[in-house]
């Protein structure tokens, strides 16, 4: 999708990037929880973020690290 927007655009025919931060929203829709559990997690330090003015960012590479990790930990309880 974003190789067409680039072509469309008239740009290169390179990828862009994928973003090293989130919003809120995006977050969640990407963990498939809710607003006030992601809040949690981030309050206990399991994801990061990142304040730029007003604006709370979470770090992507975190939302990886902790599905990982969660993935990890739920195939060794078996």
Known sequence: MRLARNQAAGGDQRAAPDPLTIRI???????????????????????????????RLVVVESLRAFVTSRAFTERSDL
């Open 25 to 55: 929203p995006a977050a969640v829709t990407m963990l498939g929880l809710g607003r006030s559990k992601l809040y949690e997690l981030m309050d206990d330090n399991l994801i990061t973020i990142i304040k730029v003015g007003r604006s």
